[in-house]
Antibody, heavy 123, light 107 residues
Framework: EVQLLESGGGLVQPGGSLRLSCTISGFNFSDFAMNWVRQAPGKGLEWVSGISGSGRSTSYADSVKGRFSISRDNSRNTLNLQMNSLRAEDTAVYYC????????????????WGQGTLVTVSS | SFELAQPPSVSVSPGQTASIACSGDNLEKKYVSWYQQRAGQSPLLLIYQDNKRPSGIPERFSGSNSGNTATLTISGTQAMDEADYYCQAWDSSTGVIFGGGSKLTVL
């Protein structure tokens, strides 16, 4: 059974930093790309970042480029999202999400989602 | 940047067919996926690569993609289908893109 378990969410002040982690089980982690997708309260889905199965290729939404950094440790089946210079508009539930493919590309689709972790940016 | 547009809301009577559109420039050149998100739950993949269903998704969910519009069709709509539906594609400049979502109401 595929399981994605996010951790690290919480309340942080504007300008602060937070590191999200996602622990994976139930599939061969290095064979698949991974994504972070967020959802602001009452709003739609927004893709944040993606990383290939090897970890060599990463991509970011314009809204977080230069502030967020995605990484993975295939030996520990862990996906991370380092979030710096946080803003109020980053407040959202952040989902760890498994891609069907080894790379985030044209045929990408997200076939498994975690339960999400809430990040609140507020003073 | 590439964008996907969806109607904010769609209504359907129980047992009827619901169609949810997703539009984007020359969308037929891209693969489209569809997700269902019930209230308080994580999204669920319904359709990928325009018209393929993952294991466990009922046959009454189907997808198509032609011209500038992709469509999710739900046949024999049930009360349990009431949810938000999102289309998704990938663009080489923008990355993964989601539509704004459509709230399906089963009246």
């Amino acid at each position: 059974e595929v399981q994605l378990l996010e951790s690290g969410g919480g309340l942080v002040q504007p300008g602060g930093s937070l590191r999200l982690s996602c622990t994976i089980s139930g599939f061969n982690f290095s064979d698949f790309a991974m994504n972070w997708v967020r959802q602001a309260p009452g709003k739609g889905l927004e893709w944040v970042s993606g990383i290939s199965g090897s970890g060599r290729s990463t991509s970011y939404a314009d809204s977080v480029k230069g502030r967020f950094s995605i990484s993975r440790d295939n030996s520990r089946n862990t996906l991370n999202l380092q979030m710096n210079s946080l803003r109020a508009e980053d407040t959202a539930v952040y989902y760890c999400a498994k891609d069907r493919q080894i790379a985030v590309a044209g045929t990408s689709a997200i076939d498994f989602w975690g339960q999400g972790t809430l990040v609140t940016v507020s003073s | 940047s590439f964008e996907l547009a969806q109607p904010p809301s769609v209504s359907v009577s129980p047992g009827q067919t619901a169609s949810i559109a997703c539009s984007g420039d020359n969308l037929e050149k891209k693969y489209v996926s569809w997700y269902q998100q019930r209230a308080g739950q994580s999204p669920l993949l319904l359709i990928y690569q325009d018209n393929k269903r993952p294991s466990g998704i009922p046959e009454r969910f189907s997808g198509s993609n032609s011209g500038n519009t992709a469509t999710l069709t739900i046949s024999g709509t049930q009360a349990m289908d009431e949810a938000d539906y999102y289309c998704q594609a990938w663009d080489s400049s923008t990355g993964v893109i989601f539509g704004g979502g459509s709230k399906l109401t089963v009246l």
